[in-house]
């Protein structure tokens, strides 16, 4: 069962640039679909970007292609999100996941008969 864990959150002004990591315990790390979700208080979470297992393809949600850029580091088992031209309304809780489903726009990723895993989530604010 994976571990993950978000760091790299903070505050930042709009227009401005922020990275987000999530170290795992993945010995395999090419083996794990992973994403990046992110959830408003009240809101419902949604799903951010993906980068798939193995490929290493990566997809994005409308609401941040251009802007946001989903990386992994293999040898040190790391999943990144930079995140540039930030807008107030990207202030929210961004979480990392390992094989869990991730929908972006009309299409399905990360779909795998394994267990989904969570971090505990990093809070990412633009004033």
């Known amino acids: 069962h994976v571990q993950l864990v978000e760091s790299g959150g903070g505050t930042v002004e709009a227009g401005g640039s922020l990275r987000v990591s999530c170290t795992t315990s993945?010995?395999?790390?090419?083996?794990?679909?992973m994403a990046w979700f992110r959830q408003a208080s009240g809101k419902e979470r949604e799903g951010v970007a993906a980068?798939?297992?193995?490929?290493?393809?990566?997809f994005y949600a409308d609401s941040v292609k251009g802007r946001f850029t989903i990386s992994r580091d293999l040898a040190n088992s790391t999943l990144y999100l930079q995140m540039n031209s930030l807008k107030p309304e990207d202030t929210v809780m961004y979480y990392c996941?390992?094989?869990?489903?991730?929908?972006?726009?009309?299409?399905?990723?990360?779909?795998?008969?394994?267990?989904?895993?969570w971090g505990q989530g990093t809070q990412v604010t633009v004033s």
């Open positions: 996941a390992a094989n869990v489903p991730i929908q972006l726009g009309a299409v399905k990723y990360c779909q795998t008969a394994r267990e989904g895993t």
């Open positions: 980068i798939r297992r193995y490929s290493g393809t990566t």
């Open positions: 993945a010995v395999t790390f090419d083996n794990y679909c």
